[in-house]
């Protein structure tokens, strides 16, 4: 199999907002064009791949010690700083309760 064929193949289920897991027969993806995240959260992977896709989201890789695992970012950050804020608020727990956090204390402050 090659990347091609198996991310038609899982597309679908990326799409719905699930991860799968990489067949270890593919080539590793610094090796089929993946680039580095310029930063990524950490959810205990060694390394993070990315690949942009032409609407507007990416293709992003957890590279574990014995596995990779692969979800789409809706909103793929290196399209401008301001995808990089929404994809950073809506897609990663951190960005997510940052506007918690702001929304609490913009209530508090302006609500008295
Ligand atoms: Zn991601």
Same mark, same amino acid.
């Given at each position: ?17 699930? =991860?799968?897991?990489?067949? #270890? +027969?593919?080539?590793?993806? $610094?090796?089929?064009?993946? &680039? /580095?995240?310029? @930063?990524? =959260?950490?959810?205990?992977? #060694? +390394?993070?791949?990315?690949? $942009?896709?032409?609407?507007? &989201? /990416?293709?992003? @890789?957890? =590279? ?18 301001? @995808? ?29």
């Amino acid at each position: 199999m090659d990347w091609n064929t198996w991310l038609a193949a899982v597309e679908p289920t990326l799409r719905a907002g699930h =991860e799968a897991i990489v067949p #270890k +027969d593919l080539p590793h993806p $610094s090796e089929v064009g993946f &680039s /580095r995240p310029f @930063i990524a =959260e950490p959810h205990g992977q #060694k +390394d993070d791949w990315v690949y $942009s896709l032409g609407d507007g &989201s /990416r293709i992003h @890789i957890h =590279e574990f010690e014995h596995s990779l695992v692969a979800h789409i970012d809706p909103h793929d950050p290196a399209k401008g700083p301001g @995808i990089a804020f929404l994809h950073w608020t809506t897609e990663s727990a951190s960005g997510r309760m940052f506007l918690v956090t702001t929304t609490l204390w913009v209530l508090l402050r302006f609500l008295k």
